[in-house]
């Protein structure tokens, strides 16, 4: 374990807040709309309820479809120095776009941040995926090579939080000179994650990463993901923590949790926004994923193609559903951290309107569990 976020054995972060529809394609009228009150309410609540941090998407283009999902969102660096303002205790990280945002940049916001919130700033870096998010900023992004230049900047921007002179830098993909930052952050090292899924993105992660947080299509692929990031984390003297993707649809009981599942993530499913998805996704995929390397690859592989059958078109695929009683999210929850992993994302169609339940009957459940303890008043 790399020890950020405390002692719970399973953490959590709130995944998706800053965008509308949130991380579900889903028309139905409760949706997600990303309204900056309602932003604050949910930090606000997850802060109370100790939940260990909030991570925004950062997104440049919708998904189209009927509800243009994503296509109303708020830049990831500015909300969470406001939401870090809001908050006392939980984790604000921010995404950052290797093509998009210089190492430089991203070391000065991310102290900033650091200091804003007394050492609960973190980064979570994604090297692009979205050809069509990029436009809008003059580049065009292709699937090469991604992760390679994700580690040449990855390497400046920690040598910038080391401290110490001015350098230069040149190499295959950043040229920077005189570059330096001051102040440091307060944290010795705001921690580190990686969004990716694919085996190319997975030695990134382990070679620079604290944190690999990655798609879940199945509890095979995730105990495969877990096996290769320790034993490649290990290989560059590393350690590194498993979170993955879960959505939740928890009721009082089985029946409930099942038809509001089936309603708005069957029923008012947004499937041109997934066709979308899979075809620009499809792009930019990594060379590992085009031999499948790792399962992950294997799943992702799959889903492209769809060939992987989706019992919610409604949520995303690597998105996996955690649907029935309190109860049931609690031996679920159980069975991931059996598996090795660190957390999980809160990811619910309408965030203000479901987490308060799930903290209510979900966390004692995982306090009695032994997974959590009960957060300080
Ligand atoms: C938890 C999580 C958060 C992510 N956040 C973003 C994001 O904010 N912006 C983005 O463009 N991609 C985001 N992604 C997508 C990843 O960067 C990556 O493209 C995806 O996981 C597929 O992995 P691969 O690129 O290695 O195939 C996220 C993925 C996960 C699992």
Redesign the pocket.
């Known amino acids: 374990m790399s020890g950020f976020f405390g002692d719970n054995r399973f953490k959590f972060g709130v ?1 998706g807040i800053n965008c509308s529809g949130g991380m579900t394609p889903s028309v139905a009228p409760d949706r997600w709309k990303a309204d900056w009150s309602e932003i604050v309410a949910v930090a606000k609540l997850a802060d109370e309820a100790g939940i260990e941090f909030l ?5 440049w283009h919708g998904l189209g479809g009927k509800a243009n999902m994503w296509g109303h969102s708020f830049e ?1 660096f500015s909300q969470a120095a406001a939401l870090g303002a809001l908050t006392k205790k939980t984790g604000v990280f921010v ?1 950052a ?1 290797v093509s998009l945002i210089t190492p430089a940049f991203a070391a000065k916001a991310i102290s900033t941040i650091d200091h804003v919130t007394g050492g609960r700033a973190g980064l ?1 870096i ?5 050809p069509d ?1 990029f436009g809008p900023h003059g580049i065009r992004l292709t699937g090469e090579r ?2 390679d230049r994700g580690l040449e900047w990855f390497r400046i921007y920690e040598k910038l939080l080391a401290g110490g002179p001015e350098f230069d830098h040149k190499g295959e993909f950043f040229e920077v000179w005189g570059a330096s930052t001051e102040p440091l952050p307060v944290q010795k090292r705001p921690p580190v994650m990686s ?4 085996g ?2 997975q030695i990134f992660a382990a070679r620079a990463a604290d944190i690999l ?3 879940m299509h199945s509890h095979e692929q995730v105990a495969d993901t877990f096996a290769n990031i320790n034993a490649r984390a290990a290989q560059f003297g590393r350690k590194q923590d498993l ?1 993955v ?1 879960t959505q939740f649809v928890v009721r009082p009981t089985r029946k409930e949790a099942e038809e509001y599942a089936h309603y708005y993530a069957t029923e008012m499913a947004d499937p041109d926004a997934i066709d979308y998805f899979r075809r620009q ?1 499809a792009v ?3 060379q590992s ?1 085009k031999t499948g390397d790792t399962a992950a690859d294997r799943a ?1 592989a799959a889903t492209l193609a769809g060939a992987a059958p989706r019992r919610y078109p409604g949520m995303f695929p ?1 998105m996996y559903p955690i649907v029935g009683t309190p109860d049931d999210a609690v031996a679920e929850l159980q069975r991931l951290a059996n598996i090795g992993v660190a957390g999980s ?1 809160l990811v619910f169609l309408n965030y203000l309107k479901e987490l308060p339940y799930f903290v209510q009957e979900v966390f004692p459940r995982l306090e009695r569990a032994g997974l959590r303890s009960k957060p300080p008043a």
């Open positions: 995944f991570l925004p998407i950062a997104k990831t995404t776009h979570n994604v090297c692009g995926w979205n998010e991604r992760y969004a990716a899924q694919s190319e993105g947080f990655t798609g979170y993707e996704k930019t995929i990594s994923t992702v690597a994302t």
